[in-house]
């Protein structure tokens, strides 16, 4: 576990409980880092003089309030605890309320608080009671420089605060369109109530938190290491224009949707046939003993039990086979009509050839 965060004491009544505060949650986000696209440099941030434009060291830099344009009343840490010590140093409980109470939207960042020297069995005393009576601490805290308002849960062992928002801090929902049950569009139907709450039940089951992960994070990670093999380290890939926006449909039809995440069939269903796309093709039925005369034109068994994809290319290798078959004649009928004009043409130049010289003779 990391150092304490905090140190402190929880406070109700006449009881001081000594605590240390520890981060409850890791951030396990991708840690992108910014690159500069022409060469691949990662870009860096400088901290510094906005007057002078030089670089300023962490040490060198204190905090300040800026009261007018410009002008600054300087605050250093020990400024800030002495404004109010009580209150930096103590988790003040005012009052103890039921959980459900408090709607998650309140809830915001969640801390361990552990016993502090000497606070054992106050510590416990506290926990044992939280549980016993089903009820939260509400409390003020100050964390480095703001009060938070607090929720003081028991959660096995460990008493847990976590800061709550301020009812300021949350946004109205007036603006939003949102259908009260009155309203036309949103009237529900006890069929449509009935469905939705089987469906509930079928996916009901036990919190298990550790059977969730982020899936979206490991499957940046894989594409990472298959860049990497890739040897694509490098590679910018740019969206695809041609790529089809998801078409927007109008959900209509409630039952429908509802029946068919139940696993049923939705209430317009398919005709059967096209159902059973899968099953294989009925088998021929034998004919009966009166037609013994066309035995001889019943295909063997094998040619029965044969599968339907060779009997559509022995099918296809007949049709090719027939049209070569009926395309000979065709060719040979259309080159002697071809052949015939041009066989005139060539004896009726050979007869004018042989008529020339008789001609010329005659008129000698």
């Not at 006449?14 to 605590?19: E, K, R």
Request: positive net charge.
């Amino acid at each position: 576990m990391a150092r304490s965060m905090w140190k402190g004491a929880i406070s109700f009544g006449l009881v001081h409980i000594p605590v240390e505060m520890y981060p409850a949650v890791s951030d396990n986000s991708l840690d992108l880092h910014m690159l500069d696209r022409r060469d691949f440099s990662p870009i860096g941030f400088k901290r510094y003089n906005k007057n002078t434009g030089k670089e300023v060291s962490w040490d060198d830099i204190i905090k300040g309030y800026e009261y007018s344009d410009g002008e600054y009343v300087v605050l250093s840490d020990e400024d800030l605890r002495r404004a109010n010590p009580e209150a930096t140093q103590t988790i003040d409980i005012l009052a103890f309320v039921n959980a459900e109470q408090v709607p998650l939207i309140y809830y915001e960042q969640p801390y361990y608080l552990a016993p502090g020297k000497g606070g054992d069995k106050v510590y416990a005393l506290l926990r044992e009671t939280l549980r016993e009576v089903g009820k939260i601490g509400i409390a003020n805290v100050v964390i480095r420089v703001k009060q938070h308002l607090a929720a003081l849960v028991c959660v096995g062992d460990t008493i847990v605060l976590n800061t709550l928002r301020y009812p300021d801090e949350i946004r109205a929902t007036d603006e939003l369109r949102i259908p009260d049950e009155s309203a036309k569009a949103a009237q529900v139907t006890e069929k449509e109530l009935q469905m939705a709450k089987a469906l509930v039940e079928g996916m009901s089951e036990k919190w298990k938190p550790q059977q969730y992960h982020d899936t979206y994070r490991e499957d940046i990670m894989a594409l990472v290491k298959k860049k990497i093999a890739a040897n694509q380290t490098k590679t910018i890939t740019e969206p695809d224009p041609d790529a089809d926006k998801p078409a927007k449909t109008n959900v209509i039809d409630l039952v429908s949707l509802l029946q068919a995440s139940l696993g049923k069939k939705p209430a317009k269903a398919a005709p059967q046939d096209d159902d059973d796309d899968d099953d294989p093709p009925p088998r021929k039925s034998r004919k009966p003993a009166d037609d013994d005369d066309d035995a001889d034109d019943t295909p063997p068994p094998r040619a029965r039990k044969a599968p339907a994809r060779a009997t559509a290319h022995a099918t296809a290798a007949k049709r090719t086979t027939a049209t070569k078959a009926a395309a000979k004649p065709a060719a040979k009928a259309a080159s002697k009509a071809a052949a015939k004009p041009a066989a005139k043409r060539t004896t009726a130049a050979k007869t004018a050839t042989e008529k020339a010289p008789a001609r010329r003779r005659k008129a000698a």
